[in-house]
């Protein structure tokens, strides 16, 4: 027995010392191709043309951004899903495409969680709700009691269907009371 193991490690070695040195591959050796997956000017726009910039100085490559606006952001994300591994084509990821639209949509050409690997987190923004002077509330308990007064006399605004803000809107008017309850527990200031 010790024999054979003897064998199998010198063939290891020697297969180790004839395999000649690995070089590691260079990259990026070409373009690099950054699908934002909404329109310009926007918020994850203007990241994602910072973080191109950015890579650009640091790669000596061109990381072009290439905005594929439509569908919620499923349009240019499912783009990046069918494009070939290889690292040359980078999604800017964002909430609403990868974890809502899940939700939103019966069926999606893509996975979020099979069809795409997390590289960084690239930015983080906090929501803030805020309302016109006009408008006779001054703190979220004013604003829950304003609303259950007209049920349908108050309007908001958000980046459109599916977003972050439409969402916590949804949630807002779903339940007055523990949405009051939810801000509350979260430290942020109720009144």
């Known amino acids: 027995m ?4 003897m064998r199998i490690l010198a063939c290891a070695v020697l297969a180790i010392a004839l395999s000649g040195e690995s070089l590691a591959q260079q990259y990026p050796t070409k373009p690099i191709r950054f699908i934002v997956p909404f329109a310009p000017g926007g918020g994850v726009d203007l990241i994602g043309r910072t973080i191109a910039q950015k890579l650009n100085e640091a790669w000596g490559q061109p990381v072009v951004v290439d905005n594929r606006g439509g569908g919620g952001g499923n349009i240019g994300t499912d783009m990046v899903a069918k494009a070939p591994p290889d690292g040359y084509t980078l999604l800017m990821g964002y909430v609403g495409n990868l974890a809502i639209n899940p939700f939103l949509f019966k069926r999606l050409p893509y996975d979020p969680v099979r069809d795409f690997a997390p590289v960084t987190l690239a930015a983080t923004a906090p929501n803030v709700l805020v309302a016109h002077p006009s408008v006779a509330a001054r703190s979220v308990k004013e604003l829950v009691a304003l609303a259950k007064s007209r049920p349908a006399g108050l309007n908001y605004a958000s980046a459109g269907n599916g977003t972050v803000g439409h969402m916590v809107a949804e949630l807002f008017k ?8 939810v801000v509350k527990a979260s430290g942020a200031r109720v009144d």
């Open 174 to 181: 779903t339940d007055l009371v523990k949405w009051q309850k």
């Open 2 to 5: 010790r024999t054979g193991a």
